[in-house]
Protein backbone atom coordinates (compact mmCIF):
# COMPACT_ATOMS: atom_id res chain seq x y z
CA UNK A 1 0.00 0.00 0.00
CA UNK A 2 1.56 3.26 -1.38
CA UNK A 3 0.13 6.74 0.21
CA UNK A 4 1.31 10.65 0.27
CA UNK A 5 5.02 10.12 2.21
CA UNK A 6 5.13 11.33 5.31
CA UNK A 7 7.35 14.30 3.93
CA UNK A 8 4.84 15.41 1.29
CA UNK A 9 1.97 15.40 3.94
CA UNK A 10 3.95 17.60 6.38
CA UNK A 11 5.55 20.10 3.71
CA UNK A 12 1.47 20.37 2.01
CA UNK A 13 0.26 20.95 5.40
CA UNK A 14 2.84 23.96 5.94
CA UNK A 15 2.63 25.65 2.95
CA UNK A 16 -1.48 25.51 3.00
CA UNK A 17 -0.69 26.80 6.72
CA UNK A 18 1.80 29.65 5.80
CA UNK A 19 -0.39 30.43 2.35
CA UNK A 20 -3.20 31.20 4.86
CA UNK A 21 -1.17 33.20 7.77
CA UNK A 22 0.85 35.08 4.39
CA UNK A 23 -1.79 35.55 2.66
CA UNK A 24 -4.32 36.94 5.15
CA UNK A 25 -1.82 39.16 6.54
CA UNK A 26 -0.90 40.72 3.42
CA UNK A 27 -4.80 41.05 2.30
CA UNK A 28 -5.49 42.78 5.67
CA UNK A 29 -1.96 44.84 5.60
CA UNK A 30 -2.97 45.93 2.16
CA UNK A 31 -6.30 46.92 2.47
CA UNK A 32 -5.35 48.75 5.75
CA UNK A 33 -2.56 50.66 3.58
CA UNK A 34 -4.96 51.74 0.66
CA UNK A 35 -7.55 53.09 3.77
CA UNK A 36 -4.37 55.23 4.52
CA UNK A 37 -4.02 56.32 1.01
CA UNK A 38 -7.25 57.29 0.79
CA UNK A 39 -7.44 59.24 3.54
CA UNK A 40 -4.27 60.98 2.97
CA UNK A 41 -5.48 62.22 -0.40
CA UNK A 42 -8.94 63.10 0.97
CA UNK A 43 -6.67 65.33 3.33
CA UNK A 44 -4.79 66.86 0.59
CA UNK A 45 -8.11 67.80 -1.72
CA UNK A 46 -9.11 69.58 1.62
CA UNK A 47 -6.05 71.50 1.46
CA UNK A 48 -5.72 72.24 -2.16
CA UNK A 49 -9.50 73.46 -1.65
CA UNK A 50 -8.65 75.58 1.67
CA UNK A 51 -5.56 76.93 -0.46
CA UNK A 52 -7.33 77.66 -3.55
CA UNK A 53 -10.34 79.36 -1.06
CA UNK A 54 -8.10 81.49 0.63
CA UNK A 55 -6.45 82.49 -2.80
CA UNK A 56 -9.45 83.38 -4.14
CA UNK A 57 -9.98 85.93 -1.27
CA UNK A 58 -7.23 87.43 -0.89
CA UNK A 59 -7.91 88.49 -4.59
CA UNK A 60 -11.22 89.74 -3.62
CA UNK A 61 -10.06 92.07 -0.50
CA UNK A 62 -7.47 93.10 -3.11
CA UNK A 63 -10.08 94.50 -5.43
CA UNK A 64 -8.48 91.66 -8.15
CA UNK A 65 -12.11 90.35 -8.82
CA UNK A 66 -11.01 90.65 -12.67
CA UNK A 67 -7.86 88.48 -12.36
CA UNK A 68 -10.31 85.92 -10.78
CA UNK A 69 -10.18 83.24 -14.11
CA UNK A 70 -7.06 83.86 -14.80
CA UNK A 71 -6.33 82.51 -11.22
CA UNK A 72 -8.69 79.74 -11.71
CA UNK A 73 -7.23 79.04 -14.93
CA UNK A 74 -3.36 78.96 -13.59
CA UNK A 75 -4.40 76.29 -11.32
CA UNK A 76 -4.53 73.49 -13.50
CA UNK A 77 -1.52 71.64 -12.15
CA UNK A 78 -0.92 67.90 -12.80
CA UNK A 79 -3.46 66.04 -10.41
CA UNK A 80 -6.21 69.40 -10.00
CA UNK A 81 -8.83 68.91 -12.81
CA UNK A 82 -11.00 71.70 -12.98
CA UNK A 83 -11.90 74.44 -10.27
CA UNK A 84 -15.20 76.38 -10.94
CA UNK A 85 -17.04 79.16 -9.21
CA UNK A 86 -20.87 78.55 -9.88
CA UNK A 87 -23.67 80.93 -8.92
CA UNK A 88 -25.84 79.36 -5.14
CA UNK A 89 -29.12 80.21 -6.54
CA UNK A 90 -29.21 79.97 -10.35
CA UNK A 91 -26.41 77.27 -10.60
CA UNK A 92 -24.33 79.17 -13.39
CA UNK A 93 -21.24 78.75 -13.82
CA UNK A 94 -19.60 82.38 -13.01
CA UNK A 95 -15.47 81.27 -13.38
CA UNK A 96 -14.09 78.55 -14.82
CA UNK A 97 -10.40 76.90 -14.70
CA UNK A 98 -11.95 75.68 -18.16
CA UNK A 99 -13.24 78.82 -19.81
CA UNK A 100 -15.94 77.69 -22.08
CA UNK A 101 -18.05 76.64 -19.14
CA UNK A 102 -18.48 79.87 -18.51
CA UNK A 103 -22.18 80.65 -18.47
CA UNK A 104 -23.21 77.02 -18.64
CA UNK A 105 -25.09 75.25 -15.84
CA UNK A 106 -23.12 73.32 -13.29
CA UNK A 107 -23.86 69.71 -12.99
CA UNK A 108 -26.84 68.55 -10.69
CA UNK A 109 -24.75 66.75 -8.27
CA UNK A 110 -22.39 69.50 -7.61
CA UNK A 111 -25.67 71.48 -7.04
CA UNK A 112 -27.16 68.77 -4.91
CA UNK A 113 -24.31 68.43 -2.53
CA UNK A 114 -24.03 72.12 -1.96
CA UNK A 115 -27.67 72.59 -1.10
CA UNK A 116 -27.68 69.23 1.26
CA UNK A 117 -24.25 68.92 2.80
CA UNK A 118 -24.18 70.22 6.38
CA UNK A 119 -20.22 70.95 6.22
CA UNK A 120 -17.92 70.62 3.22
CA UNK A 121 -16.31 67.21 2.60
CA UNK A 122 -14.39 65.62 -0.40
CA UNK A 123 -16.56 62.94 -2.02
CA UNK A 124 -15.83 61.04 -4.92
CA UNK A 125 -18.04 60.74 -8.43
CA UNK A 126 -16.86 59.61 -11.75
CA UNK A 127 -16.49 61.63 -14.95
CA UNK A 128 -16.49 59.94 -18.21
CA UNK A 129 -13.36 56.91 -17.31
CA UNK A 130 -11.89 59.55 -14.49
CA UNK A 131 -13.09 58.98 -10.98
CA UNK A 132 -12.56 62.31 -9.00
CA UNK A 133 -12.31 64.05 -5.56
CA UNK A 134 -14.77 66.79 -5.09
CA UNK A 135 -15.20 69.16 -3.05
CA UNK A 136 -17.93 71.78 -3.01
CA UNK A 137 -17.66 74.75 -0.75
CA UNK A 138 -19.14 78.40 -0.39
CA UNK A 139 -17.91 81.24 0.21
CA UNK A 140 -19.78 83.23 2.22
CA UNK A 141 -20.32 87.28 2.22
CA UNK A 142 -18.15 88.01 4.93
CA UNK A 143 -17.58 91.38 6.20
CA UNK A 144 -14.59 92.68 4.70
CA UNK A 145 -16.19 91.21 1.57
CA UNK A 146 -19.69 93.07 2.33
CA UNK A 147 -17.40 96.58 1.84
CA UNK A 148 -17.68 95.68 -2.41
CA UNK A 149 -21.20 93.46 -2.08
CA UNK A 150 -23.70 95.17 -0.03
CA UNK A 151 -26.42 93.23 -1.33
CA UNK A 152 -26.57 91.52 1.37
CA UNK A 153 -27.00 87.78 -0.06
CA UNK A 154 -25.15 85.13 3.01
CA UNK A 155 -23.21 83.45 -0.10
CA UNK A 156 -21.03 84.95 -2.95
CA UNK A 157 -20.69 82.22 -4.66
CA UNK A 158 -19.62 78.11 -4.44
CA UNK A 159 -16.36 76.80 -5.23
CA UNK A 160 -15.85 73.51 -6.82
CA UNK A 161 -12.84 71.58 -6.95
CA UNK A 162 -12.44 68.54 -8.80
CA UNK A 163 -8.62 66.29 -8.32
CA UNK A 164 -7.94 63.66 -10.11
CA UNK A 165 -7.66 59.64 -8.30
CA UNK A 166 -5.11 59.17 -11.09
CA UNK A 167 -2.27 59.39 -8.40
CA UNK A 168 -4.54 57.42 -5.85
CA UNK A 169 -4.77 54.50 -8.34
CA UNK A 170 -1.43 54.84 -9.25
CA UNK A 171 0.26 54.20 -5.47
CA UNK A 172 -2.68 51.61 -4.88
CA UNK A 173 -1.30 49.84 -7.56
CA UNK A 174 2.33 50.04 -6.46
CA UNK A 175 1.68 48.93 -3.20
CA UNK A 176 -0.40 45.71 -4.73
CA UNK A 177 2.07 44.86 -6.88
CA UNK A 178 4.86 45.03 -4.11
CA UNK A 179 2.90 43.77 -1.07
CA UNK A 180 1.80 40.71 -3.62
CA UNK A 181 5.91 40.56 -4.85
CA UNK A 182 6.86 40.18 -0.48
CA UNK A 183 3.85 38.30 -0.04
CA UNK A 184 4.74 35.44 -2.89
CA UNK A 185 8.90 36.13 -1.81
CA UNK A 186 8.08 35.46 1.57
CA UNK A 187 5.80 32.44 0.75
CA UNK A 188 8.32 30.74 -0.82
CA UNK A 189 11.52 31.32 1.21
CA UNK A 190 9.91 30.21 4.01
CA UNK A 191 8.41 27.04 2.20
CA UNK A 192 11.86 26.21 0.36
CA UNK A 193 13.57 26.95 4.08
CA UNK A 194 10.92 24.41 5.17
CA UNK A 195 11.16 21.90 3.12
CA UNK A 196 14.97 21.60 3.30
CA UNK A 197 14.82 21.59 6.49
CA UNK A 198 12.15 19.07 6.64
CA UNK A 199 14.35 16.74 4.48
CA UNK A 200 17.32 17.24 5.84
CA UNK A 201 16.17 16.70 10.04
CA UNK A 202 13.48 13.98 9.29
CA UNK A 203 13.16 12.53 6.03
CA UNK A 204 17.23 11.51 5.25
CA UNK A 205 17.36 9.84 9.25
CA UNK A 206 14.08 8.15 8.19
CA UNK A 207 14.87 7.06 4.83
CA UNK A 208 17.94 5.85 6.40
CA UNK A 209 16.36 4.16 8.75
CA UNK A 210 13.98 2.36 6.28
CA UNK A 211 16.97 1.08 4.42
CA UNK A 212 18.84 0.10 7.86
CA UNK A 213 15.34 -1.78 8.05
CA UNK A 214 15.23 -3.61 4.73
CA UNK A 215 18.54 -4.83 5.62
CA UNK A 216 17.37 -6.16 8.76
CA UNK A 217 14.87 -8.09 6.99
CA UNK A 218 17.12 -9.45 4.54
CA UNK A 219 18.72 -11.32 7.53
CA UNK A 220 21.47 -8.99 8.04
CA UNK A 221 21.39 -8.59 11.89
CA UNK A 222 24.72 -7.21 11.52
CA UNK A 223 23.85 -3.71 10.40
CA UNK A 224 23.38 -0.62 12.78
CA UNK A 225 21.77 3.18 12.95
CA UNK A 226 24.66 5.21 13.30
CA UNK A 227 24.28 8.97 13.76
CA UNK A 228 25.81 11.52 15.51
CA UNK A 229 22.27 14.08 16.32
CA UNK A 230 21.77 14.10 20.07
CA UNK A 231 17.62 14.56 19.37
CA UNK A 232 14.95 12.23 19.20
CA UNK A 233 16.07 10.52 16.28
CA UNK A 234 19.32 9.60 18.28
CA UNK A 235 17.07 8.41 21.22
CA UNK A 236 14.98 6.33 18.01
CA UNK A 237 18.34 4.96 16.71
CA UNK A 238 19.50 3.76 20.06
CA UNK A 239 16.11 1.92 21.14
CA UNK A 240 16.72 0.46 17.15
CA UNK A 241 20.28 -0.75 18.22
CA UNK A 242 19.35 -2.24 21.62
CA UNK A 243 16.13 -4.32 19.48
CA UNK A 244 18.63 -5.00 16.70
CA UNK A 245 21.29 -6.33 19.67
CA UNK A 246 18.39 -8.54 21.47
CA UNK A 247 16.79 -10.08 18.21
CA UNK A 248 20.62 -10.50 17.32
CA UNK A 249 21.10 -12.84 20.70
CA UNK A 250 17.92 -14.16 20.46
CA UNK A 251 18.38 -15.64 17.26
CA UNK A 252 21.89 -16.88 18.21
CA UNK A 253 20.13 -18.48 21.35
CA UNK A 254 18.12 -19.95 18.77
CA UNK A 255 20.42 -21.13 16.42
CA UNK A 256 21.89 -22.92 19.60
CA UNK A 257 19.13 -24.35 20.54
CA UNK A 258 18.18 -25.68 17.26
CA UNK A 259 21.08 -27.43 17.05
CA UNK A 260 21.39 -29.35 19.53
CA UNK A 261 18.06 -30.18 18.89
CA UNK A 262 18.48 -31.53 15.90
CA UNK A 263 21.67 -33.27 17.24
CA UNK A 264 19.77 -34.70 20.15
CA UNK A 265 16.96 -36.05 17.18
CA UNK A 266 19.85 -37.39 15.10
CA UNK A 267 21.02 -39.06 18.27
CA UNK A 268 17.72 -40.53 18.82
CA UNK A 269 17.16 -41.60 15.26
CA UNK A 270 19.92 -43.70 15.23
CA UNK A 271 19.06 -45.09 18.84
CA UNK A 272 15.39 -45.17 18.03
CA UNK A 273 16.43 -47.33 14.71
CA UNK A 274 18.96 -49.55 16.95
CA UNK A 275 16.83 -49.87 19.21
CA UNK A 276 14.05 -51.37 17.12
CA UNK A 277 16.69 -53.58 15.24
CA UNK A 278 18.10 -55.07 18.27
CA UNK A 279 14.21 -55.53 18.99
CA UNK A 280 13.70 -57.70 16.40
CA UNK A 281 16.15 -59.82 16.93
CA UNK A 282 15.79 -60.55 20.78
CA UNK A 283 11.89 -61.26 19.94
CA UNK A 284 11.75 -64.32 18.77
CA UNK A 285 14.41 -66.09 21.30
CA UNK A 286 13.02 -64.17 24.31
CA UNK A 287 9.62 -65.70 23.00
CA UNK A 288 11.38 -68.54 22.98
CA UNK A 289 13.02 -69.23 26.08
CA UNK A 290 9.61 -67.88 27.86
CA UNK A 291 7.94 -71.27 26.22
CA UNK A 292 10.52 -73.26 27.21
CA UNK A 293 10.34 -71.67 31.19
CA UNK A 294 6.68 -72.41 30.59
CA UNK A 295 7.21 -75.87 30.12
CA UNK A 296 9.93 -76.23 32.57
CA UNK A 297 7.25 -74.73 35.12
CA UNK A 298 5.21 -77.37 34.41
CA UNK A 299 7.22 -79.96 35.46
CA UNK A 300 7.68 -78.60 38.99
CA UNK A 301 5.42 -79.84 41.86
CA UNK A 302 3.38 -76.59 43.59
CA UNK A 303 5.70 -76.39 46.66
CA UNK A 304 8.90 -76.65 45.32
CA UNK A 305 11.02 -73.16 45.59
CA UNK A 306 12.02 -73.50 41.96
CA UNK A 307 8.52 -72.81 40.73
CA UNK A 308 8.78 -69.31 42.37
CA UNK A 309 12.01 -68.58 41.07
CA UNK A 310 11.30 -69.20 37.63
CA UNK A 311 7.76 -67.36 38.09
CA UNK A 312 10.20 -64.60 38.89
CA UNK A 313 11.79 -65.08 35.71
CA UNK A 314 8.89 -65.61 33.69
CA UNK A 315 7.51 -62.07 35.12
CA UNK A 316 11.13 -60.83 33.74
CA UNK A 317 10.43 -61.94 30.57
CA UNK A 318 7.33 -60.38 30.30
CA UNK A 319 8.63 -57.03 30.94
CA UNK A 320 11.59 -57.40 28.84
CA UNK A 321 8.08 -58.31 26.02
CA UNK A 322 6.42 -55.43 26.46
CA UNK A 323 9.76 -53.38 25.84
CA UNK A 324 10.23 -54.91 22.65
CA UNK A 325 6.55 -54.20 21.47
CA UNK A 326 6.69 -50.36 22.69
CA UNK A 327 10.16 -50.38 20.63
CA UNK A 328 8.92 -52.06 17.61
CA UNK A 329 5.15 -50.12 18.17
CA UNK A 330 7.11 -46.57 18.26
CA UNK A 331 9.18 -47.27 15.72
CA UNK A 332 6.33 -48.76 13.36
CA UNK A 333 4.60 -45.38 11.44
CA UNK A 334 0.82 -44.77 13.17
CA UNK A 335 -1.37 -45.27 10.64
CA UNK A 336 -4.97 -45.24 12.40
CA UNK A 337 -7.77 -47.55 10.95
CA UNK A 338 -10.46 -45.28 11.89
CA UNK A 339 -14.43 -45.92 12.38
CA UNK A 340 -17.35 -44.14 13.99
CA UNK A 341 -17.28 -44.94 17.11
CA UNK A 342 -18.49 -43.03 20.56
CA UNK A 343 -15.76 -42.14 23.32
CA UNK A 344 -17.98 -43.06 26.18
CA UNK A 345 -17.27 -46.79 25.26
CA UNK A 346 -13.68 -46.21 24.65
CA UNK A 347 -13.48 -44.86 27.87
CA UNK A 348 -15.37 -47.34 29.88
CA UNK A 349 -13.47 -50.29 28.42
CA UNK A 350 -10.39 -48.76 29.12
CA UNK A 351 -11.74 -48.16 33.15
CA UNK A 352 -12.74 -51.81 32.83
CA UNK A 353 -9.12 -53.03 32.05
CA UNK A 354 -7.98 -50.74 35.22
CA UNK A 355 -10.71 -51.70 37.56
CA UNK A 356 -8.64 -54.25 39.93
CA UNK A 357 -5.74 -52.32 39.99
CA UNK A 358 -7.34 -48.69 41.09
CA UNK A 359 -9.10 -50.96 43.70
CA UNK A 360 -5.94 -52.55 44.89
CA UNK A 361 -4.31 -48.99 45.15
CA UNK A 362 -7.22 -47.52 46.91
CA UNK A 363 -7.90 -44.70 43.81
CA UNK A 364 -11.14 -43.26 43.66
CA UNK A 365 -12.24 -43.20 39.86
CA UNK A 366 -14.73 -40.48 38.53
CA UNK A 367 -16.23 -40.21 34.87
CA UNK A 368 -18.26 -38.09 33.66
CA UNK A 369 -19.09 -37.72 30.09
CA UNK A 370 -21.10 -34.87 27.76
CA UNK A 371 -23.86 -36.70 26.40
CA UNK A 372 -24.50 -33.67 23.68
CA UNK A 373 -21.32 -35.78 22.35
CA UNK A 374 -21.47 -37.12 18.97
CA UNK A 375 -20.03 -40.27 17.06
CA UNK A 376 -15.87 -39.29 16.36
CA UNK A 377 -14.38 -40.83 13.41
CA UNK A 378 -11.49 -42.73 15.48
CA UNK A 379 -8.92 -45.35 15.65
CA UNK A 380 -10.80 -47.40 18.82
CA UNK A 381 -7.60 -49.44 19.76
CA UNK A 382 -5.16 -46.70 19.58
CA UNK A 383 -7.53 -44.36 21.44
CA UNK A 384 -7.86 -46.81 24.18
CA UNK A 385 -3.97 -47.75 23.99
CA UNK A 386 -3.38 -43.50 24.15
CA UNK A 387 -6.51 -43.20 27.54
CA UNK A 388 -4.71 -46.36 29.01
CA UNK A 389 -1.19 -45.35 29.84
CA UNK A 390 -2.54 -42.12 30.91
CA UNK A 391 -4.32 -43.50 33.51
CA UNK A 392 -1.75 -46.08 34.27
CA UNK A 393 0.83 -42.84 34.42
CA UNK A 394 -1.56 -41.30 37.09
CA UNK A 395 -1.78 -44.84 38.93
CA UNK A 396 1.88 -44.82 39.18
CA UNK A 397 2.07 -41.18 40.11
CA UNK A 398 -0.56 -42.27 42.97
CA UNK A 399 1.55 -45.07 44.80
CA UNK A 400 -0.25 -43.92 48.42
CA UNK A 401 -3.97 -43.79 46.55
CA UNK A 402 -5.55 -41.01 45.49
CA UNK A 403 -8.43 -39.11 43.24
CA UNK A 404 -8.44 -40.04 38.87
CA UNK A 405 -11.42 -37.99 37.31
CA UNK A 406 -11.95 -38.56 33.71
CA UNK A 407 -13.98 -35.74 32.45
CA UNK A 408 -15.30 -35.90 28.21
CA UNK A 409 -16.75 -33.23 27.00
CA UNK A 410 -17.71 -30.71 23.72
CA UNK A 411 -15.84 -27.82 23.12
CA UNK A 412 -16.27 -25.69 19.75
CA UNK A 413 -14.94 -27.81 17.47
CA UNK A 414 -13.24 -30.49 19.34
CA UNK A 415 -14.36 -33.47 22.32
CA UNK A 416 -11.68 -33.04 25.21
CA UNK A 417 -10.91 -36.18 27.21
CA UNK A 418 -9.23 -34.63 30.59
CA UNK A 419 -7.73 -36.98 33.10
CA UNK A 420 -6.76 -35.54 36.46
CA UNK A 421 -5.06 -37.05 39.11
CA UNK A 422 -3.50 -36.06 42.30
CA UNK A 423 -0.14 -37.38 42.21
CA UNK A 424 3.12 -36.37 42.42
CA UNK A 425 2.82 -33.81 39.67
CA UNK A 426 5.63 -33.11 37.30
CA UNK A 427 8.35 -30.22 37.63
CA UNK A 428 7.72 -27.27 35.47
CA UNK A 429 11.54 -28.34 33.61
CA UNK A 430 10.31 -31.58 33.28
CA UNK A 431 7.05 -30.46 31.71
CA UNK A 432 9.09 -30.63 28.25
CA UNK A 433 10.53 -33.56 28.26
CA UNK A 434 7.91 -36.38 29.38
CA UNK A 435 7.14 -36.51 25.54
CA UNK A 436 10.83 -37.25 24.40
CA UNK A 437 11.03 -40.93 23.70
CA UNK A 438 13.11 -43.19 26.54
CA UNK A 439 12.12 -40.37 29.45
CA UNK A 440 11.28 -42.17 32.47
CA UNK A 441 11.40 -41.36 35.78
CA UNK A 442 10.44 -45.30 36.74
CA UNK A 443 12.30 -48.10 37.07
CA UNK A 444 10.43 -50.31 34.73
CA UNK A 445 9.10 -48.12 32.26
CA UNK A 446 10.41 -47.46 28.81
CA UNK A 447 9.53 -44.01 28.59
CA UNK A 448 7.66 -44.93 25.18
CA UNK A 449 4.23 -44.42 26.35
CA UNK A 450 3.45 -40.85 26.01
CA UNK A 451 5.52 -40.67 23.15
CA UNK A 452 3.47 -42.94 21.77
CA UNK A 453 0.10 -41.43 22.59
CA UNK A 454 1.45 -38.43 21.32
CA UNK A 455 1.82 -40.09 17.85
CA UNK A 456 -1.37 -41.81 17.77
CA UNK A 457 -3.36 -38.27 18.69
CA UNK A 458 -1.82 -36.17 16.02
CA UNK A 459 -2.31 -38.93 13.42
CA UNK A 460 -5.78 -38.34 14.50
CA UNK A 461 -5.42 -34.78 13.44
CA UNK A 462 -5.25 -34.05 17.73
CA UNK A 463 -2.87 -32.85 20.35
CA UNK A 464 -2.37 -33.67 24.08
CA UNK A 465 -1.68 -31.02 26.78
CA UNK A 466 -0.38 -31.16 30.37
CA UNK A 467 -1.03 -28.98 33.19
CA UNK A 468 1.26 -30.41 36.79
CA UNK A 469 1.39 -29.08 39.72
CA UNK A 470 3.90 -30.61 41.92
CA UNK A 471 3.06 -32.65 45.13
CA UNK A 472 -0.91 -31.75 43.74
CA UNK A 473 -1.53 -33.50 40.73
CA UNK A 474 -1.24 -33.55 37.06
CA UNK A 475 -4.11 -33.32 34.02
CA UNK A 476 -3.78 -34.52 30.44
CA UNK A 477 -6.09 -33.32 28.23
CA UNK A 478 -6.67 -35.20 24.58
CA UNK A 479 -8.01 -33.04 22.28
CA UNK A 480 -9.54 -34.32 19.22
CA UNK A 481 -11.09 -33.11 16.57
CA UNK A 482 -14.76 -33.65 16.12
CA UNK A 483 -15.07 -34.94 12.50
CA UNK A 484 -11.86 -35.61 11.26
CA UNK A 485 -12.86 -35.03 7.82
CA UNK A 486 -14.75 -31.91 8.26
CA UNK A 487 -11.55 -30.75 9.74
CA UNK A 488 -9.21 -31.84 6.45
CA UNK A 489 -11.81 -30.08 4.20
CA UNK A 490 -11.35 -26.60 6.68
CA UNK A 491 -7.66 -27.49 6.17
CA UNK A 492 -7.35 -27.08 2.26
CA UNK A 493 -10.16 -24.40 1.79
N1 LIG B 1 0.31 -38.43 35.64
C1 LIG B 1 1.61 -38.30 35.79
N2 LIG B 1 2.11 -37.84 36.99
C2 LIG B 1 3.45 -37.71 37.18
N3 LIG B 1 4.38 -38.00 36.25
C3 LIG B 1 3.94 -38.46 35.06
C4 LIG B 1 2.56 -38.63 34.77
N4 LIG B 1 2.46 -39.11 33.51
C5 LIG B 1 3.71 -39.19 33.01
N5 LIG B 1 4.60 -38.84 33.94
C6 LIG B 1 6.08 -38.79 33.79
O1 LIG B 1 6.38 -38.95 32.43
C7 LIG B 1 7.28 -40.00 32.23
C8 LIG B 1 7.07 -40.60 30.86
O2 LIG B 1 5.84 -41.27 30.77
P1 LIG B 1 5.65 -42.38 29.70
O3 LIG B 1 4.28 -42.88 29.76
O4 LIG B 1 6.12 -41.85 28.39
O5 LIG B 1 6.69 -43.43 30.13
P2 LIG B 1 6.63 -44.37 31.38
O6 LIG B 1 5.27 -44.39 31.95
O7 LIG B 1 7.74 -43.94 32.27
O8 LIG B 1 6.98 -45.75 30.73
P3 LIG B 1 6.02 -46.59 29.74
O9 LIG B 1 6.76 -46.56 28.46
O10 LIG B 1 5.97 -47.93 30.37
O11 LIG B 1 4.74 -45.92 29.65
C9 LIG B 1 6.99 -40.91 33.40
O12 LIG B 1 8.08 -41.72 33.69
C10 LIG B 1 6.72 -39.93 34.50
O13 LIG B 1 7.92 -39.43 35.03
MG1 LIG C 1 3.55 -44.77 30.74
Redesign the pocket.
Known amino acids: MTGISLKWKYIGLTFLILLCVIGGFSYYNLKYQEKLIREDDIERVRLISDIIKNGLYTIMLEGRGKEFQNFLETLIAEDIEEVRIFHPVTGEILASSVRKEIGKQIYKTDMERFKTQAFPSVFIHSKGQKTLYSMVIPIPNEKPCQRCHKDGKPIRGVLDVEVSMRKTHERITELRNRTIAFSLLTFFSLAAALAVMTTLLINKPIDRLIMTMKEVETGNLDVRFITKRRDEIRKLADSFNSMLDELKRTQEELNRCHVEEMKRIEKMATLGELASAIAHEIKNPIAGISGAMQVLVEDFEDNDPRKETIEEVLKEIDRLD?IIR?LLNFAKPVDPKVIEVDLKSIVEKSLSLVKNQAQKQNIDITFRYDESLDMLQLDPQQIQQVIL??I???F??MPEGGQLVIDVKKTDHHAEISIS?T????KQE?LKK??RPF????H??????????SNIIEAHGGEIKVE?TPGL??T?RIILPINKKEKEDREEI
Open positions: KDNILNAHADGVGIDIFYTTRSGTGLGLPISSGSF
